[in-house]
């Protein structure tokens, strides 16, 4: 793998990035109601980056049409804004990135649309503890992939299953950097974590099994159960002081 460790100016432009994408959750959740289209998300997305100057990274990613992906429901990741309208009862994942000054963040969340079952609720809860859990041990010295052990542990526990095709991913210059973090352990603890490295960490949480289908649209990744999903993702720095969430307001 490759071994980049980022100095403290390139990881102030990742932090004004992850601002940035930040600005992006607050503003698609407040408008993901019933009734919205992701389309309607998308355009508020492309709002936040043309006032803050950003360039997104999704656009265009390998062909990609718009700057955020909605996925909502039996969707895991990838999914293209469109016409899907919003219906209460609705779990949506929103995944959100920018760059600033060639220096990329990439964030997601999931949330409910109105009220939603308590399953659903302990869904979305469950991943996001994981990934808090996977960004806990984002520390100097530890290995890369105590942080996908992390993960497995709190999904499992849970009974929910944690999605093996998809995974986090270092990031700086490129959204999509090596090496790859898994969110689970894939047999060997992997190289030691040092100060500067920054990774996307993104568990994909299934309700039920963690078998994974591409659409024929070529992007949107559903469960293969047709039950639902969850994804949450921050863009991280090791440092010597521990793990710094870089894609916060
Ligand atoms: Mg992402
Ligand atoms: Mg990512």
């Known amino acids: 793998m ?10 102030a432009k990742m932090r004004r990035a992850g601002r940035i994408v ?35 990274n999704f656009l265009n990613y390998h062909g990609f049409p718009a700057v955020i992906c909605t996925s909502p429901n039996d969707m895991i990741v990838h999914g293209i804004p469109g016409g899907y309208r919003l219906a209460e009862g609705d779990i949506l994942s929103i ?3 920018a760059i600033v000054e060639g ?18 609720e302990a869904l979305m809860q469950v991943t996001e503890q994981s990934l808090w859990a996977g960004i806990d041990q984002m520390r100097d010295g530890n290995r890369l992939n105590d942080i996908g052990r992390a993960v497995q ?19 700086g210059t490129a959204m999509h950097e090596e090496p790859q973090v898994p969110n689970y352990w894939p047999g ?27 659409l024929g649209d070529g992007w949107s990744v559903v469960t293969a159960d047709g039950r639902r999903s969850a994804h949450f993702e921050h ?9 710094e969430v870089l894609t916060v307001p």
């Open 235 to 243: 863009t991280i720095a090791v440092t010597e002081d521990g793990p």
């Open 188 to 214: 060997s603890p992997g190289p030691k974590l040092k100060s500067g490295n920054v990774f996307a960490v993104e568990p994909m949480v299934n309700a039920g099994g963690a078998g994974t289908r591409l």
């Open 153 to 171: 542990a709190v999904v499992e526990k849970a009974g929910f299953s944690v999605v093996r095709e998809y995974v986090g991913h270092a990031i």
């Open 103 to 120: 220096y990329h963040a990439d964030a997601a969340f999931t949330m409910g649309i109105g009220d939603v079952t308590a399953e659903d």
């Open 95 to 97: 995944d959100c990135g």
């Open 2 to 11: 490759e071994d980049v460790r980022r100095s403290a100016d390139e990881i």
């Open 22 to 56: 930040a600005e992006m959750h607050e503003r698609t959740r407040a408008a993901a109601r019933p009734g919205a289209t992701t389309a309607d998300l998308d355009a508020v997305a492309v709002e936040v980056l043309a006032r803050r100057h950003a360039r997104s």
